[in-house]
T-cell receptor, first 111, second 114 residues
Framework: EAQVTQNPRYLITVTGKKLTVTCSQNMNHEYMSWYRQDPGLGLRQIYY???????DKGDVPEGYKVSRKEKRNFPLILESPSPNQTSLYFCASSPGNSPLHFGNGTRLTVT | SQKIEQNSEALNIQEGKTATLTCNYTNYSPAYLQWYRQDPGRGPVFLLL?????KEKRKERLKVTFDTTLKQSLFHITASQPADSATYLCALPPLSGSARQLTFGSGTQLTVLP
């Protein structure tokens, strides 16, 4: 089944403790992206990647890092999480200029 | 920068009626517009894409219009059912013309009452 898989689905952590949210897609898509979704603010793009080793900032990249060493994986790294990064995170992928396929989200709480 | 507005955060309609959701945008002329559906706790799912040279597009009970003069897209669900209850998001490409960075509206939560 074609899908974008994020892990974990839920994560509670403390301020400053580094964490990684994984994202993997099995559709051989070139493009991958991370969004965060907050009430009233909608989906906002954090980082995106056009292909392996090619990444760029979205609208809200501060406090986040990404890497794209393999085509299928695009992990999101929070080196020193803070409470304002509490949010619902979505990974998405697409082949070329096509609509996005989203994962089922990771709900992160930073206390 | 471009701005996207979706009408009212919530819309309640009676089963069988037509739901109409609005997406307005300012400050540019996008080459296309997309609509997604999002259920609670799930990621958005793509529904329809309409290009600037298309006035209307249909898929089963869904219809999307794109008025580049009014800078508005309307999303219609005919013969609505309770299973259509969800949040609907519109999305547009960025000013730069890149197809990679979609900007999403904040969504309209539709509830279809039985």
């Amino acid at each position: 089944e074609a899908q974008v898989t994020q892990n974990p689905r839920y994560l509670i952590t403390v301020t400053g403790k580094k964490l990684t949210v994984t994202c993997s897609q099995n559709m051989n898509h070139e493009y991958m992206s991370w969004y965060r979704q907050d009430p009233g603010l909608g989906l906002r793009q954090i980082y995106y990647s056009m292909n392996v080793e090619v990444t760029d900032k979205g609208d809200v990249p501060e406090g986040y890092k990404v890497s794209r060493k393999e085509k299928r994986n695009f992990p999101l790294i929070l080196e020193s999480p803070s409470p304002n990064q509490t949010s619902l995170y979505f990974c998405a992928s697409s082949p070329g200029n096509s609509p996005l396929h989203f994962g089922n989200g990771t709900r992160l709480t930073v206390t | 920068s471009q701005k996207i507005e979706q009408n009212s955060e919530a819309l309640n309609i009676q089963e069988g009626k037509t739901a109409t959701l609005t997406c307005n945008y300012t400050n540019y002329s996008p080459a296309y517009l997309q609509w997604y559906r999002q259920d609670p706790g799930r990621g958005p799912v793509f529904l329809l894409l309409i290009r600037e040279n298309e006035k209307e597009k249909r898929k089963e009970r869904l219809k999307v219009t794109f008025d580049t003069t009014l800078k508005q897209s309307l999303f219609h669900i005919t013969a609505s059912q309770p299973a259509d209850s969800a949040t609907y998001l519109c999305a547009l490409p960025p000013l730069s013309g890149s197809a990679r960075q979609l900007t999403f509206g904040s969504g309209t939560q539709l509830t279809v009452l039985p």
